[in-house]
């Protein structure tokens, strides 16, 4: 095998490991730069190859809901209050990453350079989980429609039990929690989700806003590090982009339904337990001789 066929081959397998790990919170970019690492894959920029492949992800995620995607465009044009106020909350939980992201790009790529981040994101991540998942409003589940995230059986402190019910603050909490998602390892999922049920949404539609904020954010990201990169890039380097993007979309095509009846059946505690493995086993492999 030729090593521009043997790259091509790397990204490929990238790209179906980040349609895999996207929409669960294990954290898709630690996936990636890891196993990225372990299989010597790099290009000029990894940051913008590990950015635009993510975006193959939630265009699959936009094919699933397109459905609500045209609704909420045709109530916007109309007019419609409540779409109207459904899209006031995605823009401002989309500002803070905006702004935050475009001052501090610099700094947050220099993290993607310390696997020791990983480690602590990872466990710390899994840790908050757990957490969260201790509070008995979020412990059992009720009946659930199958592909659709359940509902939890007690949502005493749930204020929010549909998209057009959160509220401009709520939002906000989601919006200041995708931040943290720029430190490697946090994960965006996670983070939107859990902040969206501390703050009062429910289980299910926390996962709903997640998936629609992740829509603008890596579309913005997408654009913007393609532009800033596209001069130091080579042509193998926009193909193995192309073929992990592909690869992103046609497996988050395939496993995100099956996520979400995971998701609409059990708690979190799995991915919990999952993220403290792997950061201990991360950890073991740094301090190997």
């Known amino acids: ?96 990453a905006a702004v935050i992201g475009a001052l501090a790009i610099k700094y947050i790529k220099m993290l993607f350079h310390s696997p020791a981040v990983f480690v602590f994101t990872l466990v710390v991540g899994g840790l908050i989980m757990l957490w969260v998942e201790r509070k008995p409003q979020y412990a059992k589940f009720g009946a659930a429609q199958p592909g659709v995230v359940g509902e939890t059986e007690t949502t005493r402190r749930a204020t929010a039990h549909a998209l057009e019910e959160i509220t401009w603050k709520q939002a906000l909490v989601v919006g200041f929690a995708q931040c943290l998602a720029m430190v490697p390892g946090t994960s965006r999922s996670g983070a939107t989700i859990i902040s969206g049920m501390l703050a009062g949404i429910d289980r299910r539609t926390a996962t709903e806003f997640s998936f629609f904020l992740a829509m603008p954010t890596m579309l913005a990201a997408t654009v913007y590090d393609l532009w800033r990169n596209a001069s130091v890039l080579s042509s193998s380097e926009f193909s193995a982009i192309a073929v992990g993007f592909v690869a992103a979309f046609v497996s988050a095509l395939v496993v995100v339904r099956a996520v979400l009846r995971f998701v609409a059946r059990h708690t979190y505690r799995p991915f919990a337990w999952y993220r403290i493995g792997l950061g201990i086993v991360v950890a073991v492999w740094l301090a190997w001789p």
Do not use: C, Y
């Open 1 to 96: 095998m030729t090593e521009s066929a043997w790259f091509m081959l790397k990204a490929l397998f990238l790209g179906l490991i980040e349609g895999f790990t996207e929409f669960i919170p294990v954290s898709s970019t630690a996936h990636l730069l890891l196993i990225g690492s372990w299989i010597d894959f790099s290009s000029s920029d990894d940051k913008v190859f590990e950015v635009v492949i993510q975006f193959g992800s939630i265009l699959a995620v936009m094919w699933i809901f397109r459905e609500r995607l045209l609704h909420l465009f045709r109530g916007a044009l109309t007019r419609d209050p409540v779409e109207l106020a459904f899209m006031r909350n995605l823009i401002i939980a989309f500002l803070p």
